[in-house]
């Protein structure tokens, strides 16, 4: 029990006290491994506008692995399935009730899939939709409309998701958006440069709540 206890007091510790990010590879047969310059970009422009210090190449962690507990803020996303089994949930359960938070972004067809699989590690809750007053918003940038549009798909509105454990945070689905898109290289996509912008003040604005809540 005495190891028990100290095991989630380090990894407790580690998480916040880290300020890295991660890239969550799952099973099932979705994409996890797209957008690969997404998050490179969004770090960098997090460390060059609201003051971190964020390692430059995000690590990969697997859902199963202990390493996730490195970092608080972890990044999914992908097109596909999610499958996640029942250690996978266990870790990842105990990842989020130990500090860690969860920022899952749907770049089309993931949302079926993905909700089941949350089910699992939260069975006694449903998505909520944030408000355009939550403080993920404002925190750097003000976005007075909430989520913003980076690209179409099927032309619904942009919504933004979120589980919680003790009032705290830790799931943050972002559906009909696609900000990965916009941090991506411009490239990449094609956005204009006022979309992309938007898309990485909404991403900095994450970050930014996730480190200081």
Not at 76 to 97: A, P, S
Not at 163 to 180: A, C, I, M, P
Request: net charge negative.
């Amino acid at each position: 029990m005495k190891f028990k206890l100290s095991l989630c007091f380090v990894l407790l510790s580690i998480i916040s006290y880290s300020q890295d990010l991660a890239v969550l590879k799952y099973k099932g047969g979705g994409d996890w491994y797209s957008n690969p310059t997404a998050l490179p970009n969004l770090i960098k422009f997090c460390n060059d506008n609201i003051d971190t210090q964020i390692n430059a190449k995000p690590e990969t962690v697997e859902a199963s692995s202990i390493d996730i507990f490195r970092f608080p803020f972890i990044h999914m996303t992908g097109h596909g399935n999610v499958l996640f089994d029942d250690d996978e949930v266990l870790n990842i359960r105990n990842y989020l009730v130990s500090g860690g938070f969860l920022h899952i972004d749907d770049n089309y067809g993931m949302q079926p899939y993905i909700i089941k699989e949350l089910k699992k590690i939260f069975p006694n809750q449903e998505l909520e939709e944030l408000p355009t007053t939550h403080p993920i918003f404002s925190s750097a940038f003000p976005f007075k409309d909430g989520l913003p549009k980076i690209h179409e798909h099927d032309g619904k509105r942009p919504q933004a998701f979120g589980l919680y454990h003790k009032q705290r945070l830790v799931v943050l689905f972002t559906f009909e958006s696609d900000l990965g898109d916009g941090w991506e290289d411009q490239e990449v996509h094609n956005d204009p440069e006022d979309i992309r912008l938007k898309a990485l003040k909404m991403g900095a604005n994450i970050v930014k709540y996730v480190f200081e809540n």
